[in-house]
């Protein structure tokens, strides 16, 4: 069975920092890219950031460039989302998924989905 897992959102003050994590399970890690998407109230689910399993290669949106880092392999087939400085507008239901290229290419389409983790930015 396929999973991914989502973890560590939760409440931060503007300008705080948070680390999400996606646990994935049940598919050949090492052939996929993993991506976080994330969804505000009220708005359309945007593309946050990927990064390919098979060569490391990474991709940010531009509104999270220099903020936020993607990484993966303290633990066995999970990554991470480093988020710092965050703000307000990063308020947001985050998910990762999971494709054969980055999954911001394939945007609703993309192979598999975790559950999402919400990220409350306070001022």
């Known amino acids: 069975e396929v999973q991914l897992q989502a973890s560590g959102g939760g409440l931060v003050q503007a300008g705080g920092s948070l680390r999400l994590s996606c646990a994935a399970s049940g598919f050949t890690f090492d052939d996929y890219a993993i991506g976080w998407f994330r969804q505000a109230p009220g708005k359309e689910r945007e593309g946050v950031s990927c990064?390919?399993?098979?060569?490391?290669?990474?991709y940010y949106t531009h509104s999270v460039k220099g903020r936020f880092t993607i990484s993966s392999g303290n633990a066995k087939n999970t990554v991470y989302l480093q988020m710092n400085s965050l703000k307000l507008e990063d308020t947001a239901v985050y998910y990762c998924a999971a494709d054969t290229v980055c999954p911001l290419l394939r945007g609703p389409k993309a192979h598999y989905w975790g559950q999402g983790t919400l990220v409350t930015v306070s001022s």
């Open positions: 990064i390919s399993s098979v060569d490391g290669s990474t």
